[in-house]
C-alpha cells in the first residue's frame, strides 16, 4: 500500500507518521500510539466503541481514515483526564458505578462529553439521542444514563 507522511494531532500532541492514507484512525491510536482508551469493537460504525472527540463531536475512530482526520485536533480517553484528576464526566460515571464490564464506557464518556460541550444542560431526550447509537451489551443503561445526567448537573 502506497504510505505518505501524515500528522496526527492527538490529545496536544502532534504525530507524523508514514501510512497508508486510508489507514483507520483507531488502528494507529491503539496500535502505534499506545492510546487503549477507544476500543475495537465491532470495527464497522456501529457500536460506539472506539469513539474519539474531534471538535464537539464524538467520531468513530474505527470508520474514519487517517487522511480525514489529518490537522484536525483528536482527543481520545485518555485526553480527558488522568486517574489522579478525572475530568467531570469521568468523575460521575466512577460516581454513578456505570462500568460493569466498562468496554463501552470509552464510547460513552466521550459521546456525553461530546453532547456536553455543545450543550450545557441537556435534557432527557438530548441525552438519550446522543447515547443513542452507542451499545452496552450488560445492559447498565440505567446507570450510564444516570451518570451523563449527573454530568450535566
Ligand atoms: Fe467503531 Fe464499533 S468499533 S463503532
Known amino acids: 500500500m502506497k504510505t505518505r507522511p ?3 494531532s492527538v490529545n496536544g500532541h502532534c504525530h507524523t507518521l ?3 492514507p486510508e489507514t483507520p484512525l483507531l488502528y494507529i491510536l491503539r496500535n502505534d500510539l499506545g492510546l487503549n ?4 469493537g465491532c470495527g464497522l460504525g456501529e457500536c460506539g466503541a472506539c469513539a474519539v472527540l474531534i471538535g464537539k463531536r464524538a467520531v468513530r475512530a474505527c470508520t474514519i481514515s ?3 482526520a489529518e490537522g484536525r485536533a483528536i482527543v481520545t480517553l485518555e485526553g480527558l483526564g488522568t486517574k489522579d484528576k478525572p475530568h467531570p464526566v469521568q468523575q460521575a460515571f ?7 464490564c466498562g468496554y463501552c464506557l ?3 464518556i466521550i459521546a456525553t462529553t461530546a453532547l456536553l460541550l455543545r450543550d450545557a444542560q441537556p435534557d432527557e431526550s438530548a441525552i438519550r439521542a446522543a447515547l443513542s447509537r452507542h451499545l452496552c451489551r450488560c445492559g447498565t443503561h440505567i446507570e450510564i444514563l444516570a451518570a451523563a445526567r449527573r454530568a450535566s448537573e
Open 6 to 8: 501524515i500528522a496526527l
Open 18 to 20: 508514514d501510512l497508508p
Open 37 to 40: 482508551g477507544p476500543k475495537f
Open 66 to 68: 487517517v487522511a480525514a
Open 94 to 100: 466512577i460516581e454513578q458505578q456505570a462500568a460493569q
Open 106 to 108: 470509552n464510547g460513552m
